[in-house]
Nanobody
Framework: VQLVESGGGMVQPGGSLRLSCAAS????????MSWVRQAPGKEPEWVSG????????YYADSVKGRFTISRDDAKGTLNLQMISLNPEDTALYYC??????RGQGTQVTVSS
């Protein structure tokens, strides 16, 4: 299993970012996938999840209405479109499989 996140960076409050997770080595199209984030000194926080085929999508209350999860099974990618970012969104974001495998993550920093 290999999960490689990209798309992080530093943005100002109110800005946007699009994260991607390139998946390989397992049956991505048959896997429930999630995004999780961890801010310094805090416990990991589940952000969003998407079922196989994108039939069911879930969001944490803290990101609902601002983040959009999607998947491209043909390309083996999981995406997270983030808008209206605020400093509380600063964290290391990583994608996870339904069995708990995760990538190294991509850092998102929201600061003026």
């Amino acid at each position: 299993v290999q999960l490689v996140e990209s798309g992080g960076g530093m943005v100002q409050p109110g800005g946007s970012l699009r994260l991607s997770c390139a998946a390989s080595g397992f049956a991505f199209s048959r896997s429930y996938m999630s995004w999780v984030r961890q801010a310094p000194g805090k416990e990991p926080e589940w952000v969003s999840g998407i079922s196989t085929g994108g039939r069911s999508i879930y969001y944490a209350d803290s990101v609902k209405g601002r983040f959009t999860i999607s998947r491209d099974d043909a390309k083996g990618t999981l995406n997270l479109q983030m808008i209206s970012l605020n400093p509380e969104d600063t964290a290391l974001y990583y994608c996870t499989t339904g069995t708990g495998k995760r990538g190294q993550g991509t850092q998102v920093t929201v600061s003026s």
